[in-house]
C-alpha cells in the first residue's frame, strides 16, 4: 500500500474519529493529574507523607506507563488499534474511578499502576490512527489538533479536581473515571481505517541501534536536556497547588482555578504554535531547535525563582503563565529533532529512548527527590521550608539550557544529517 496523495481530502468521519481522540487524549490527562489537585485532601485524611504522595501521583503511574509504550505501539503495528485504546480507556476509567474505594497506601498505589498500564495504550496507537485517517498534508495540523488535549486535559484536571474538592476526594474520582466507560464504548466501534503505508514492526530492537544512538553526542544531549526540562515542567503541575496552598493558605478551590485557566489559556497556543517556533529557528541552523529549547530552559529558570521566592500571588501568576508556555512549548521541537538525528531506519527507537528518559526524570527520580527533601526539610510543619525542596526544579532548568545549547552546537557541527 502507498502513502495517501498529498490532494487526498480527509471526509467528515476522519474528523469525528480525530474530535473523538483529541476528547480521549483530554480524560487521558484529566485522570492522569486530577490527584495532584487532590494531594492535600488525600494527605490529610490517610495521613501520607510527601514522598508518599509523590509515589501515589508519578511513580505508580509511571512504571508501566513508561515500559509499555514500545510493546504496545507493536500491538498497534500489528492488530486494531481502535479496539487497543478502546481497552486502555476502559482499564484507566475503571481503575481511576475504584482509586475513591481506596483503603490504605497499596490499595491506591495498585489502582495508579493500572491508570498506567491503561494510559499506555493511547499514545501509539492514537497517532498510527490519525496518520491514515488523514492525507500526509494534513498530519502536522492534526497532530497539533490532537496534542492540544494535553493542555485541555491539564487544565480541566486542575479546574474540574477544585470544583470537587469540596465533595471530598474519593467522590471527585468517581465523578472523573467511571465515565469513561462510556467513551470506551464509542472507541470501540470506530472504524479501524486502512493502513496507507506497510507496517515495518522490528520483532526485536537492535542493541547495536540502542548503543549507536546513545553514542550520538547530539542525541544524548538532547535526551539529557529535555529529561532535566521535563523534570521542572512536570513537577510545577504535581507540586504547584500544594505549595502555593501551604505557604500561603489560599484555598484549593482558588487555586485550581487558576491553575485551569492559566494552563488553558498558555498551553493551548504552546501546544499548537511551539514547533512553529522551533521549526523558524532550524530554518536557521540545524540545532535551532534545540536552541529554542535551550532558551525556553534559561527562561524556565529565571521564572522558577520568581515563583518560589516572591510573595506578591499577582506575581506568581503572571510568571506561572510563561512558566506553563515554556512548559508545553518545547515537546514538538523535541520530537522532531529525535527523529531527525536518528534517521528514517530508527525513529521509532529514538523517541521511545526519548521519552523514556524525559518520564524517568520527571515521575521516578524528580518527584520522589522533591517529595523526601520536602519530608526532610520538616515542609509540612514549617511550608516555607517546600521552597528549598523545590529548588530542584530551577537547578533542572539550568542543566537544561547547558545540555540542549550543547546539544544545538554539536548538532550544527555534524555534516551528515541523516534524516
Do not use: H
Not at 67 to 80: C, N, V
Not at 148 to 160: H, K, P, R, W
Not at 201 to 211: H, P, Q, T
Amino acid at each position: 500500500m502507498q502513502e495517501q496523495p498529498e490532494n487526498t481530502s480527509a471526509g467528515g468521519y476522519a474528523w469525528y474519529a480525530l474530535a473523538l481522540l483529541m476528547f480521549v487524549y483530554v480524560m487521558n490527562f484529566l485522570d492522569r493529574q486530577i490527584i495532584y489537585i487532590l494531594f492535600p485532601a488525600i494527605k490529610t485524611d490517610m495521613q501520607f507523607s510527601d514522598l508518599q504522595l509523590s509515589l501515589l501521583g508519578t511513580s505508580a503511574f509511571a512504571i508501566f506507563y513508561t515500559f509499555l509504550g514500545i510493546p504496545f505501539g507493536r500491538i498497534a503495528d500489528k492488530g486494531s488499534r481502535t479496539k487497543l485504546i478502546a481497552f486502555g480507556l476502559l482499564v484507566w476509567s475503571l481503575f481511576s474511578g475504584l482509586t475513591g474505594f481506596a483503603t490504605g497506601f497499596w490499595s491506591i498505589f495498585a489502582c495508579r499502576v493500572m491508570v498506567g498500564v491503561g494510559e499506555a495504550t493511547l499514545g501509539p496507537a492514537a497517532i498510527s490512527l490519525l496518520s491514515d485517517y488523514f492525507p500526509p498534508s494534513k498530519r502536522a495540523t492534526v497532530t497539533s489538533i490532537y496534542s492540544m488535549g494535553i493542555a485541555i486535559g491539564a487544565g480541566l484536571a486542575a479546574i474540574v479536581g477544585g470544583i470537587l474538592f469540596g465533595l471530598g476526594w474519593r467522590n471527585a474520582f468517581y465523578i472523573v473515571g467511571f465515565p469513561g466507560v462510556i467513551f470506551a464504548a464509542l472507541v470501540f466501534f470506530l472504524k479501524e481505517p486502512i493502513r496507507t503505508a506497510p507496517a515495518k514492526v522490528e520483532e526485536n530492537i537492535s542493541n547495536s541501534d540502542i548503543s549507536e544512538l546513545l553514542s550520538n553526542k547530539s542525541f544524548l544531549l538532547l535526551c539529557l536536556g529535555y529529561a532535566f526540562l521535563g523534570l521542572a515542567t512536570n513537577n510545577f503541575s504535581i507540586w504547584g497547588a500544594t505549595y502555593i496552598n501551604r505557604l500561603y493558605q489560599i484555598p484549593i478551590p482558588t487555586i485550581a482555578y487558576w491553575a485551569g485557566i492559566l494552563t488553558l489559556l498558555a498551553g493551548i497556543p504552546a501546544t499548537l504554535f511551539g514547533g512553529v517556533i522551533a521549526d523558524f529557528f532550524r530554518q536557521k541552523q540545524r540545532g535551532g531547535r534545540m536552541f529554542y529549547g535551550a532558551i525556553l530552559s534559561a527562561v524556565s529558570f529565571a521564572l522558577w525563582f520568581i515563583v518560589l521566592f516572591t510573595d506578591n500571588f499577582s506575581i506568581i501568576i503572571g510568571a506561572s503563565f510563561v512558566l506553563l508556555f515554556a512548559a508545553l512549548g518545547w515537546l514538538g521541537a523535541a520530537a522532531a529533532d529525535a527523529t531527525e538525528i536518528a534517521g528514517a531506519s530508527r525513529r521509532g527507537v529514538a523517541v521511545a529512548i526519548y521519552f523514556f528518559s524525559v518520564n524517568i526524570f520527571a515521575y521516578i527520580i524528580g518527584s520522589n527527590l522533591i517529595g523526601k527533601l520536602s519530608d526532610v526539610f520538616g515542609a509540612t510543619e514549617n511550608p516555607v521550608m517546600m521552597r528549598y525542596a523545590l529548588l530542584v526544579c530551577p537547578i533542572s532548568c539550568l542543566l537544561a539550557t547547558i545540555c540542549l545549547f550543547a546539544g544545538s552546537k554539536a548538532l550544527n557541527s555534524e555534516t551528515n544529517p541523516s534524516a
